[in-house]
């Protein structure tokens, strides 16, 4: 994919959507980036559909604002599952979408079959029959049918196998890094958002907690190294005496170090006749990190 300037193509500042006296979606200021693939974070009610039919106008703001750039034509979208008719194929779906919107270049509706894997899917299968996967994907192909430049896909793993998920996200990537599209994706599979997204978001309970990049993630994760030795009170003293942050979690002790440090640890301990029973280090990842977040009330 070619180097783009970054610049931002959706946002929103202070956006709230309230339901009597309920907020589901509480000043939400956030920026998603030209080219981003931004994973939007949150468990079920934490208000992420609802910010998400904010952004595709599905349902009025209650208050605050939402922008995008001048370069942003077209929108896509595949909202709680993809809206299909049950008795037609997925040519005849395209089709009659292609129509609805006015696309007339007949080659459109090849392409993205091709693109989304369902070429070769049996012309007379119905979409009443089709498996879950083949149903995201045919929901992916419906919306980008007129080669959108921003796509939201909300929860577009969800209840899939591990073969649906993995051609999922290589539907994302391509749509990324071949056509530049830029793309919100909603999901609480942290493991999978974290192998394709670039931006987080984190909402909770309608908040924006925190916005952060890959790169922010791996430097705020914590990281640390447990032991288990054959004296843990003297360990502890000697290594809060050698200058480490040391924490007592039930049988075991936690040194708030990376893992550069291990060797020299051992060494103190060894040279004061004190012997590693267990010993480790481990690195917090997106899903440890979002729960320590939202814990944490930050």
């Known amino acids: 994919m070619e180097n783009r300037n970054v610049y931002p193509l959706v946002k929103t500042t202070t956006l709230t959507k309230k339901y ?28 992420k559909t609802t910010f998400i039919r904010l952004l595709t106008r599905l349902i009025e703001k209650s208050s605050g604002n939402l922008s995008f750039s001048d ?58 029959d089709y498996s879950l996967g083949m149903r995201q994907r045919l929901g992916i192909g419906l919306a980008i049918l007129e080669k959108p430049e921003f796509l939201i896909l909300d929860e577009p793993i969800n209840g899939l196998d591990p073969q649906g998920i993995v051609e999922i996200r290589e539907i994302i990537n391509r749509l990324n890094q ?26 909770h309970e309608g908040k924006l907690m925190k916005e952060l990049t890959k790169d922010d993630l791996e ?47 051992s060494k103190v301990l060894y040279q004061n006749d004190i012997y590693l029973l267990e010993f480790s280090y481990k690195e917090e990842n997106l899903e440890e990190y979002y729960l320590n977040l939202i814990e ?3």
């Not at 994760?221 to 005496?241: A, E, N, R, V």
């Open 20 to 47: 009597k006296e309920y907020q589901a979606v509480n000043e939400v200021s956030m920026t998603i980036n030209k080219g981003d693939i931004y994973g939007f974070i949150g468990k079920n009610g934490a208000g």
């Open 71 to 128: 370069n942003v034509v077209t929108m896509g979208a595949v909202i709680e599952g993809p809206v299909c008719y049950p008795y037609l194929s997925a040519r005849e779906n395209l089709k009659y979408y292609a129509l609805q919107r006015n696309i007339k270049d007949k080659k459109r509706i090849d392409e993205v079959l091709t693109f989304v894997g369902l070429a070769d899917v049996d012309p007379k299968k119905k979409f009443k």
């Open 178 to 203: 071949e056509y530049g599209t830029t793309i919100l994706i909603s999901s609480h599979i942290l493991s999978e958002l974290s192998l394709v997204a670039n931006r987080y978001g984190i909402i």
């Open 219 to 265: 430097a705020e994760c914590g990281h640390f190294i447990t032991l288990k030795s054959s004296d843990q009170i003297k360990t502890y003293d000697l290594l809060q005496k050698s200058g480490y942050t040391v924490e007592k979690d039930q049988n075991l002790l936690i040194i708030r170090e990376g893992k550069e440090s291990m060797e020299l640890i």
């Open 296 to 298: 944490g009330g930050m």
